[in-house]
């Protein structure tokens, strides 16, 4: 097995755990940083944005690149919270291993085992940090079996708390045999003996590592059984093969602000995580040729051609706009040409720069396994593959949350807009999982989030950068109208001046047309009742009365409009006459056809622990839902269920709430259906209301 020299390494789990924290004593540890800061005071180089600093929370992914040992370690630290679960997911597609890290004084929450999934869908070796042993109370054998009872996994622990007077010291290294302290003020690791009164419990660690080790390898348990024991060489080549098969994680513990138990984790980076030449063994760099749509391959080598994916952008108040790029083969220079595959574009390439924080380093060119950011992409987006024009690849793009919720803005000046809508769209640009768009149904400016904090975090950072500020209130429901029979009448208009006037007379008959099937137009006329060169204008007077219905002024939709008799004038006709009669006509025929609102309803698929589901499918149930069906994964259950929209503007906090975070939702459109008869009145009046309001 290739061992190569680059390990690139996401640090996940739920927020307070201590993600950032231990990014900051890994910094700390290889000399990159003087000393340590705190997520508290607001200094760490991992959460940086003055979002992150205000809530004590990292709302985006972080890159640290740093070298030890001849190492070269890119730690990618993501948010805890799963209003940014994009962040994770998009990590996870640049690294090829994972350290999950679990706070012993805050316990497990919910999140983490949306993170751990995650992390098996992306089939990705991981390590296990249990972090906060300095805090009173905690219990590293506790919490090591709630994470392998929640999580399923097989941990195997190749450090132990070293305690002394209730206090954590440092950790017993089994694989080393040696009590591991460090000076949280100069980073200065000491290794000692383990002293003779721990020798008992260290010991009787080391043997189940052997055995939990052995049991992944039939070899091993050979040689197990034989020799009673498994050398040094077997044990840590028995546990890089079974992290890399993902057959078991191994497990690390300390503190990561009292910088206890860095070093050996340090270690089991270098020793444990796959190099990019590790993960393509199990997992080839497999994409498709674009133009022959066939299966092609790349090698994770540095004379290969070159080829990356894009799973950042970030526009920098300094740098500009930076593209961050996990190479999976080749070598790329600063400044060189290259194809955006994904778009069959030509890229003019920029500066290429390593990443410390918010600081850069530039470098004169990068090579396969490594992470880099471009300067100045003009076209390439998060998820685009860019590569050699010669040998070109598309890789598959990232899987993007899809916002669940929705706020219509209300800008406080019209003159803001502009600035509003170029605001807007360059946060897009960062962060895939927002949407924003204008609502030509309803006329309104919508940005949509995954959560509330996503969209709260989302405003705050337009009215940093671009100065707007925006007010929030719940969108308008797009309803619809149309009509339920068939029905007809006569549209006449009729007007005379003193030169010529206007005549218009057609007849129409209206009727239902199934849902979803749209506008249709017919043309009956025989005999030249109305002229031929009229009838256009028939179907446009039909199209634009449809614009306003006559319940509430909503569209119309799904109807058939056939013209089947009328008259005209050879002077006084037109085609603006014909239009307006066939809009008298088509109102006249509605007021017959009982017409009715019809509102959108969605698919919805609500993931939620199985112990669950009835309390969610009640709530699903009140909210006029139909349960579709369900599916079993995992410890939980997908329910589907068709649900009206305007029942599902506010769900979000609702599903937190119900399920203590742990159920998630997403949904798209499905198509329209009648609004019950009682809701109809209520729906008109508030329809009426905001008229009047937005008229004076």
């Known amino acids: 097995m290739k061992h190569g020299t680059i390990r690139n390494v996401v640090l996940a789990s739920y927020p307070g755990a201590g993600k950032t924290s231990v990014t900051e004593a890994i910094a700390f540890s290889t000399g990159i940083i003087p000393s340590m800061g705190s997520v508290l005071q607001g200094n760490t180089i991992g959460d940086f944005e003055p979002e992150e600093v205000h809530r004590h929370h990292s709302l985006s992914m972080a890159l640290i690149q740093l070298e030890w040992q001849g190492t070269r370690i890119n730690i990618l630290d993501t948010p805890g919270m799963m209003d940014y679960g994009v962040e994770v997911q998009s990590a996870l597609r640049a690294a090829d291993g994972v350290i999950l890290v679990v706070g012993a004084g805050t316990g497990l929450r919910s999140e983490i085992e949306r993170v751990w999934e995650y992390i098996q869908d992306h089939e990705l070796p991981c390590l296990l940090f249990i972090n906060e042993l300095d805090k009173d109370g905690t219990d590293f054998n506790e919490i090591l079996g709630e994470c392998e009872k929640t999580l399923e996994l097989k941990g195997v622990p190749l450090t132990i708390p070293a305690m002394q007077d209730d206090q954590l010291i440092g950790v017993f290294d089994l694989l080393s045999r040696q009590l591991v302290t460090s000076n949280v003020q100069f980073a200065k690791i000491t290794q000692d003996d383990i002293p003779t009164e721990h020798k008992t419990l260290t010991t009787e660690h080391r043997r189940r590592l052997t055995e939990l080790v052995a049991e992944t390898n039939d070899q091993l348990v050979e040689k197990y059984l034989t020799d009673g024991e498994l050398s040094d060489e077997d044990l840590i080549d028995g546990l890089m093969i079974g992290a890399l098969e993902r057959k078991i994680v191994p497990v690390l513990c300390g503190s990561a602000t009292s ?162 809508s170029l605001g807007l769209h360059k946060l897009v640009e960062e962060d895939p999982s927002l949407e924003f768009l204008r609502n030509d149904e309803t006329k309104e400016m919508l940005l949509s989030g995954v959560g509330q904090v996503h969209i709260d975090a989302t405003l705050e950072k337009l009215r940093r950068k671009y100065g707007v500020d925006v007010n929030l209130h719940m969108p308008k429901v797009p309803y619809k109208e149309t ?214």
Request: aromatic letters at 6%; hydrophobic letters at 40%.
């Open 259 to 420: 910088h206890v138990g860095m070093a050996s984790l340090m270690e089991a980076i270098k020793r444990f995580l796959p190099s990019p030449e590790d993960r393509a063994s199990l997992h080839p760099l497999a994409g498709i040729q674009p133009q022959t749509h066939e299966v092609c391959q790349r090698e994770p080598d540095a004379q290969a051609p070159f080829s990356g994916l894009a799973f950042k952008t970030t526009i920098d108040p300094f740098m500009g706009r930076l593209t961050y790029v996990r190479m999976l083969s080749g070598t790329l220079h600063a400044d060189s040409g290259f194809l955006n595959a994904s778009r069959q574009t030509k890229e003019k390439g920029g500066h290429l720069f390593f990443s410390i924080g918010k600081k850069h380093q530039q470098v004169d060119h990068v090579c396969a396994g490594d992470i880099v950011a471009i300067a100045k992409l003009k076209d390439t987006q998060t998820g685009d593959t860019i590569c050699d024009d010669k040998h070109p690849i598309v890789y598959p793009g990232l899987n993007i949350m899809k916002p669940v919720m929705s706020y219509a803005l209300e800008v406080k000046s019209s003159k803001e807009i502009d600035k509003v």
């Open 483 to 696: 009509i339920h029979r068939m029905a007809q009448a006569q549209g006449k208009y009729k007007k005379q001046t003193g030169g010529h006037g206007q005549f218009g007379d057609c007849w129409l008959k209206i009727e239902p047309s199934p849902r979803g099937k749209g506008f249709e137009f017919h043309n009956k006329i025989v005999g030249g009742a109305i002229p031929r060169n009229f009838i256009p204008a028939v179907e446009k007077g039909a199209l634009e009365a449809m614009q306003h219905g006559i319940i509430a002024g909503f569209p119309v939709i799904d109807i058939q409009v056939t013209v089947y008799d009328g008259s005209h004038h050879p002077v006084d006709s037109s085609e603006m006459a014909f239009k307006v009669a066939a809009s008298i006509g088509l109102k006249k025929a509605m007021e017959s056809a009982q017409a009715g609102l019809l509102e959108p309803v969605m698919v919805v698929e609500v993931t939620v622990p199985d112990d669950l589901v009835g309390t969610v499918i009640g709530d699903l149930n009140s909210r006029r839902g139909r349960i579709q069906g369900m599916e079993v994964k995992g410890h939980n259950e997908i329910l589907k269920a068709h649900v009206p929209l305007a029942e599902m503007l506010s769900y979000a906090p609702t599903l937190t709430s119900l399920t203590a975070g742990k159920g998630s939702y997403r949904m798209e459109f499905f198509g329209y259906e009648d609004v019950p008869q009682e809701m109809i009145n209520r729906i008109v009046e508030e329809y009426k209301k905001e008229a009047v309001a937005s008229a004076s």
